[in-house]
């Protein structure tokens, strides 16, 4: 019984610190994407004085606004499958728990953290940060003055 009692503290610990964390991932998204993009707009009329060009309205400059979109919405996407697997691995770990309380074995995939396809998802988030950024870089080129 001694050993679950340090195996329910140990996964007791860790669910702890994924709900620190996962906290801390809502609360950091949440201020970028609600003030990021006033920040950025607020800089560029205060280079720019107010003045701002209306850019035309051709395939480079709408393409490029809606591949700013799609990649701030395949954020939103990562990160809502992000916190939904932090969720689900904070529940197969108080399951766990459960079981180590009754003096069952708990299988050792629900102990587990998962780490399939981890180098893929940093390749996604990464991408979808550098799409966001350059194709906002580009409208924001396209509206400054001369």
Do not use: H
Not at 57 to 66: K, N, Q, R, T
Not at 88 to 116: S, V
Request: charged fraction near 20%; charge should be positive.
């Amino acid at each position: 019984m001694n050993l679950n009692k340090e195996r329910i503290e140990q996964l007791a610990k860790e669910i702890e610190t994924i709900t620190a964390n996962q906290m801390t991932f809502r609360t950091r998204m949440g201020f970028t994407v609600l003030t990021g993009p006033f920040i950025v707009m607020g800089s560029v009329l205060f280079a720019t004085k107010g003045k701002v060009a209306v850019p035309n309205l051709d395939v480079w400059f709408v393409g490029s606004a809606i591949l700013a979109v799609v990649s701030y919405l395949g954020l939103a996407w990562y990160g809502a499958r992000l916190d939904r697997l932090m969720s689900k691995k904070c529940n197969e770990w108080r399951a766990a728990i459960l079981d180590l309380c009754k003096d069952i074995e708990p299988a050792n995939d629900r102990i587990m953290f998962p780490q399939e396809r981890t180098l893929a998802a940093y390749w996604l988030a990464f991408a979808l940060v550098l799409i966001a950024f350059l194709s906002i870089a580009y409208c924001l080129f396209r509206v400054l003055p001369g």
